[in-house]
């Protein structure tokens, strides 16, 4: 008899944890989406890989911060340095070098429709990995999804969009680092937490990014830069660098990565929706049919059965932390 409370708080805590998750998403999604836009107008003024460094010494800064703000170890364990550097790496000079590179010379369209693979990859790898299982549902919820991204960009001018091969594969590039960022990075923010996971790992990059300062810094060339400009790498360095990236992993370290990665697809319908308030770019049905397709697309991810096999071994990294 006393086990019978326990269930339906057991289902309510869970609904409220999930609840948090999808609200800190929708602020994911939003920030994300003024990526783009921040990032095309600070590179109108500074190189793209001064942009990315300012970027990064301010959110490395903040998560210094963080971390002797919050209890417990400052620094990762021994075993797991190498753990952090890899992810280090992927999010800082592989992931953000090859984005601004590519999109400075590639199209915000072409970024996008690149970004919207995001979800296919992150599945296929936790699958890979034994992360997680096999699911039609969420096949099929990704398949939506990114059909409602090529609707929607299409309508935007996808096919006239000027983009160089380079700068396309440069931000393909960034995506495939971004999978591996996201589906290495479930079992460590598992292991470690959320805001220390993405301290250590974003430190990492800040530090690996701090080797071109000499050459790609420009510290005159920055403070000559308008408000705008300056702005940009802000908005850059503290919303999409911190709080979206710290939201990201929160969100790994509840739902399964493929349901986290999923949102990815909300922010081509956000950007043209963004547009229309903000610039007063018109709607084209192609806006409406694809934010369908991609909401529906994200809804049947959500609702597919995608957790760890009952065989999948624990790490034994969180068997310590469990210890």
């Known amino acids: 008899m006393g086990a019978q409370p326990a269930r339906p ?5 869970a609904s409220s944890s999930l609840g948090l998750v999808y609200a800190g998403m929708c602020v994911q999604v939003l920030i994300s989406a003024g990526t783009y836009l ?3 107008r600070a ?3 500074l190189p793209p890989l001064t942009v990315v460094l300012w970027r ?4 490395g800064a903040v998560f210094v911060l963080l971390l002797g703000l919050t209890p417990g170890p400052k620094l990762p364990p021994r075993h797991e340095w190498k753990r952090v550097l890899g992810l280090g790496l992927l999010a800082g000079p592989v992931n953000q070098a090859f984005f601004f590179y590519g999109l400075s010379k590639s199209s915000a369209a072409h970024a996008a429709l690149f970004y919207s693979l995001t979800p296919l990859g992150v ?4 699958l890979a990995r034994g992360h997680e299982r096999a699911s039609l549902r969420a096949v099929g919820g990704i398949a939506t999804a990114f059909a409602g991204v090529v609707v929607l960009l299409l309508g935007r001018g996808l096919a006239d969009a000027s983009g160089s091969l ?3 594969l440069l931000i393909l590039g960034a995506v495939v680092a971004w999978v591996g960022y996201t589906t290495e990075g479930k079992p460590f923010v598992a292991a470690h937490g959320t805001i220390r996971a993405t301290a250590w790992s974003m430190v990492a990059a800040t530090l690996m990014m701090l080797l071109m300062a000499p050459f790609m810094a420009r510290p005159a060339e920055v403070m000559a830069a308008s408000n705008a400009a300056k702005g940009s790498i802000v908005y850059l360095g503290l919303l999409t660098s911190v709080v979206a990236y710290l939201i990201w992993y929160y969100a790994l370290s509840k739902v399964p990565a493929s349901k986290v990665a999923i949102f990815s697809n909300l922010q081509p319908p956000t950007t043209a929706v963004a547009a229309w308030l903000l610039l007063g770019e018109s709607l084209h049905w192609e806006i409406a049919v694809g934010g369908v397709l991609v909401l ?3 809804r049947l991810t959500q609702t597919a059965h995608v957790r760890p096999p009952p065989s999948a071994p624990v790490p034994p990294e969180a068997e310590r932390q469990a210890a």
Do not use: C, W
């Open 38 to 40: 921040a990032g095309k």
């Open 43 to 45: 590179m109108t003024e």
């Open 56 to 59: 990064f010494i301010l959110s």
């Open 9 to 13: 708080l057991t289902s309510t805590a």
């Open 166 to 168: 380079m700068g396309d």
């Open 296 to 298: 529906a697309g994200v």
């Open 123 to 126: 599945y296929l790898l936790s």
